[in-house]
């Protein structure tokens, strides 16, 4: 069994600390309905929220796609479309091993590749979120439930592994997904499995395993779903396993596991790793299905869970032999997801204000460098891919965003809008095209608020805009349109803010030099604290 030598050791980074996740959340929103499906033909804003909430994002053409169509209808072919993604093909370094027992010079240029590779592989993750749907939200949504640090396992090899784990299981058998999770090498190596021992288990995964993992320390009522002897009793039968730095592979070393009888949540026997993820299982079937759809809930919906819904989220759960997607589709096309009053109330982090903007206009995927770009952007604004903070991942809500963040978010967007590294513009003019008709002779007014529409996630009825008082140019011989004067009151004032000072009568869609009008809207739009909410 190859282990890295010491001299190598400095490149690994310690595990982050655990921090409390904070207990200020709002009260549930006072929605009603369960998971009943909306039957309703969808509106736009209805399937800005679904495409927003479960995949980013969408282009135009994807909007008006499934504008009209009911929600069951588009949900179950969104979910059997992502099941039936096929796995992404491996880098092209996934066969490159350490050469251990060759010149200091070779293992040198090993080490100082893998952040070349690490770079690469998110690079490719953001592209696959760009281009992707369900599947790369819920991968995002699994990463941050089982969380690892990169810098503590340190190859890329690894984050390679965990990440596929993330793309087979994300709709998959939660029972597999957690024992596979468990014996990946970046988990065994993050939460000391792998020098857990007969002679000395280690507790961490055990803990987090019941913890975080599965079932949460508390069930509904308040009541304890485990004890600390259970910890201690689990981490003897999760002894046993151990990483090959040869290949990078778990392998499992009989000398090293504990195989003696072990009491854990009420049950004694010879349990071993394996036995200890089916006992849970069996055992707390319940707490974990509850434990999971509040996570669900608070991801998807808002972040304070309605008990209610949960409840029935668990039902399927359970009732589905702990399948994922299942569950997904009942809340996705349900009414409760389509509530009003959860529309536009989440803060987008950092990697969904990032891929959200790049998919939203147009699936454009920045070139290398400007992939590179963004993922340092996203980790500037504390949420770096593949190192969350600690083992409870990010924290999430409010955190995102603070009187310090919000500047920040502001300056990184404006330097994306420049296009000085995506070799584009995010000057929202090929969107503009696609929402309205290019000959329309109201295109000033309308092309504004379809812009305002695409992007924001707030009703702009519900918005107040600093907009110039008057319109430019001769208004006598071109008045303001009766029907556009009598329309609702932001359509005059985006227009106005839109159009700086040019008379609304001569300009169209197709007239040269737009471009940079449409970037400083852009510009303006996305500097809207609302444009931070999904």
């Known amino acids: 069994m190859l282990e890295v030598p010491e001299e190598y050791r400095h490149y690994f980074a310690l595990r982050g600390k655990r921090v409390p996740a904070s207990k200020e959340l709002p009260p549930p929103a006072a929605l009603s309905g369960g998971l009943e499906p909306l ?72 080490f100082d590749l893998q952040e070349e590779w690490f770079d690469e592989l998110i690079g490719t993750w953001i592209t696959q979120m760009v281009r992707g749907g369900l599947r790369e939200k819920m991968m995002l949504f699994w990463h941050d439930h089982f969380a690892t640090e990169r810098g503590t396992y340190f190859f890329s090899i690894m984050a390679w592994h965990y990440l596929l784990l993330l793309n087979q299981h994300a709709l998959g058998d939660f029972r597999a997904f957690v024992l596979q999770m468990g014996l990946s090498p970046a988990m065994l190596v993050y939460l000391d499995g792998r020098l857990s021992t007969l002679e000395s288990p280690n507790e961490n995964y055990a803990r987090e395993l019941l913890e975080l993992f599965t079932m949460g320390q508390y069930d509904k009522d308040g009541r304890p779903n485990y004890t600390q002897d259970d910890i201690v009793e689990m981490s003897r039968a999760l002894t046993g ?5 040869g290949d990078f592979t778990s392998r499992y070393a009989l000398e090293r596991a504990d195989q003696s009888e072990k009491t854990i949540l009420g049950r004694t026997g010879r349990f071993n790793f394996g036995g200890v993820h ?46 994922i997607a299942p569950v ?25 204000l990032y891929v959200g903007l790049f998919k939203d206009m147009g699936e454009k995927v920045p070139t290398p460098w400007g992939l590179t770009l963004a993922r340092w952007h996203m980790g500037e604004l504390s949420q770096r891919l593949l190192n969350p903070p600690n083992v409870a991942g990010w924290p999430g809500y409010r955190s995102w965003i603070s009187t310090s963040t919000l500047p920040d978010r502001w300056e990184k967007q404006e330097f994306l809008l420049r296009g000085a590294v995506l070799e584009y513009r995010l000057s929202g003019l090929d969107v503009a095209r696609k929402l309205v008709d290019p000959d329309d002779p ?80 852009m510009r303006w739009l996305t500097s809207l604290p609302e444009f931070q909410l999904t």
């Open 39 to 110: 039957t309703t033909p969808l509106t736009k804003r209805q399937v800005a929220h679904l495409l927003k909430r479960s995949e980013f994002g969408g282009t135009p053409e994807r909007r008006a796609e499934l504008s009209g169509r009911e929600a069951p209808d588009v949900i179950s072919r969104m979910v059997i479309g992502a099941k039936a993604q096929p796995v992404p093909p491996p880098p092209t370094w996934r066969a490159t091993y350490p050469p251990w027992n060759r010149s200091a010079a070779e293992r040198q240029r090993y």
């Open 278 to 323: 089916q006992l849970i299982f069996e055992e707390r079937p319940r707490q974990i299905a509850e434990f999971i759809a509040r996570k669900l809930y608070s991801a998807f919906v808002y972040v304070t869970p309605n008990e209610e819904v949960v409840e029935q989220m668990a039902d399927i759960f359970v009732g589905n032999d702990f399948e």
């Open 241 to 245: 396993y151990t990483v090959d730095y």
């Open 328 to 352: 997904m589709e009942a809340l996705l096309q349900s009414r409760h997801f389509f509530s009003e009053e959860v529309m536009g109330t989440e803060i987008k982090s950092p990697v969904a």
């Open 442 to 521: 109201l295109a000033a007014f309308k092309v504004p608020v379809a812009l305002a529409e695409h992007f924001l996630s707030v009703p702009l009825e519900e918005m107040e805009f600093d907009a110039p008082r008057d319109f430019s140019g001769d208004l006598e011989t071109f008045p303001i349109p009766e029907e556009v004067l009598n329309g609702p009151a932001h359509v005059l004032e985006l227009t106005r803010i839109f159009l700086g000072g040019f008379p609304w009568y001569v300009w169209n869609l197709n007239r040269q030099g737009i471009s940079f009008g449409m970037l400083l809207y």
